[in-house]
Nanobody
């Protein structure tokens, strides 16, 4: 099992910046794609950004040019730098990782979520 622990959420004014971090721990054959999703009240998860183990990043249309995802494979961490934040970025942000277990099974591990609130 792989556990994900997020940190870095909070309250920020419009136009401000925040950094979210996620650390993975546990035993697995490999951790493949890692990324961030967000959920607005009453809605399903929305892709924010993902990054492969090789460093290929993909960002959702709503955050392109403002957010940047990065990954440190040596530490099993993924970071989301959020700039030029808008009120519509207010959501619960979840870290996710595609995991391959030692027995070959695959599953998606999710963090507990961290609240990001953009408000003046």
């Amino acid at each position: 099992q792989v556990h994900l622990v997020e940190s870095g959420g909070g309250l920020v004014q419009p136009g401000g910046s925040l950094r979210l971090s996620c650390a993975a721990s546990g035993v697995a054959a490999s951790i493949n794609d890692m990324g961030w999703y967000r959920r607005f009240p009453g809605k399903t998860h929305e892709l924010v950004a993902t990054v492969s183990s090789g460093g290929n990043a993909r960002h959702g249309d709503a955050v392109k040019g403002r957010f940047a995802i990065s990954r440190d494979n040596t530490k099993n961490t993924v970071t989301l730098e959020m700039n030029s934040l808008k009120s519509e970025d207010t959501a619960v942000y979840y870290c996710a990782a595609e995991v391959t277990l030692l027995g070959g099974n695959h599953y998606t591990s999710w963090g507990q979520g961290t609240q990001v609130t953009v408000s003046s």
